[in-house]
Nanobody, 123 residues
């Protein structure tokens, strides 16, 4: 059974940084696409970043503030977020896709999801 478990969310002051982690189990991991999504209050889930092997893709809206990385030995994928603003608040989800990443970061391309970790940004 494929499992994804996010952690690292919390309340962060505006301008601060945060590192989210996702631990995966139940699939190959090394050969698969891992991604991070965010769902802000009242908005649709949006893709932020995805990673396969050494390739990374970011949503344009991340403005170079986000860094996705993975540790295959520990089967974790992380998302660093810098210079947080209130627009970054929401539930952050880790997702997995068997095989290569698709073009673009779209929720329709991912079947397996974690339960999310909440991020709030204080003034």
């Amino acid at each position: 059974q494929l499992l994804l478990w996010e952690s690292g969310g919390g309340s962060v002051p505006a301008g601060g940084s945060l590192r989210l982690s996702c631990v995966a189990s139940g699939f190959s991991f090394v050969r698969d696409c891992l991604a991070w999504f965010r769902q802000a209050p009242g908005k649709e889930r949006e893709g932020l970043a995805q990673n396969e092997y050494s390739d990374r893709e970011y949503q344009d809206s991340t403005n170079s503030r986000f860094v996705i990385s993975r540790d295959n030995a520990r089967q974790t994928v992380q998302l660093e977020i810098h210079n947080l603003s209130r627009e970054d608040r929401g539930m952050y989800y880790c997702a997995a896709r068997r095989g290569f990443c698709a073009n673009g970061i779209h929720s329709r391309d991912f079947v397996d999801w974690g339960r999310g970790t909440q991020v709030t940004v204080s003034a």
